[in-house]
C-alpha cells in the first residue's frame, strides 16, 4: 500500500475549475500508474483519468474539461477540471498501480492497489 493524501476539492459554480492533488508519500517509480476515479453513492467508481509514463486517458464524459499531470519533483499527482459541470459533482479517489497502464485497462479500478481518502467536489447550478 502506498499512502495517498487527496486536497483541492470544494465548491464551484457549473463552468468553474478546481485543481485536485494527490501527494505520494515516498518514492514514486517510473513504472508506476496513476489515476483518479469517481464515485457517488450507490454507484460504481468510475474512472475519470490516468496516466502512465508520458500516456494520458480520460472518460469520454471529461476529455476536454480535465487534464491529469504529474509533478515528479513533489511525488503529485494533478488533475485540473475545468468547465465543470452537476453531474462532476462527487467524491474524487486518488490511486496507484504499481505497474502500466494501457488504453485497455486503465479504467478499471481492480487494477489498482492503493487509494486515497476521497475528495468531494460539490458544483453549484
Known amino acids: 500500500q502506498v499512502p495517498l493524501v487527496e486536497s483541492g476539492g470544494g465548491s464551484v459554480q457549473a463552468g468553474g475549475s478546481l485543481r485536485l492533488s494527490c501527494e505520494v508519500a515516498g518514492y514514486t517509480y517510473s513504472w508506476w500508474s496513476m489515476g483518479w476515479f469517481r464515485q457517488s453513492p450507490g454507484k460504481a467508481r468510475e474512472g475519470v483519468a490516468a496516466?502512465?509514463?508520458?500516456?494520458?486517458y480520460y472518460a469520454d464524459s471529461v476529455k476536454g474539461r480535465f487534464t491529469v499531470s504529474q509533478d515528479n519533483f513533489k511525488n503529485t499527482l494533478l488533475l485540473q477540471m475545468d468547465s465543470l459541470k452537476p453531474e462532476d459533482l462527487t467524491v474524487y479517489y486518488c490511486?496507484?498501480?504499481?505497474?502500466?497502464?494501457?488504453?485497455?485497462?486503465?479504467?478499471?479500478?481492480?487494477?489498482?492497489?492503493?487509494w486515497g481518502q476521497g475528495t468531494r467536489v460539490t458544483v453549484s447550478p
Open positions: 490511486t496507484v498501480k504499481t505497474s502500466p497502464v494501457t488504453g485497455a485497462n486503465w479504467w478499471h479500478p481492480e487494477n489498482y492497489t492503493s
Open positions: 496516466l502512465y509514463g508520458f500516456s494520458t
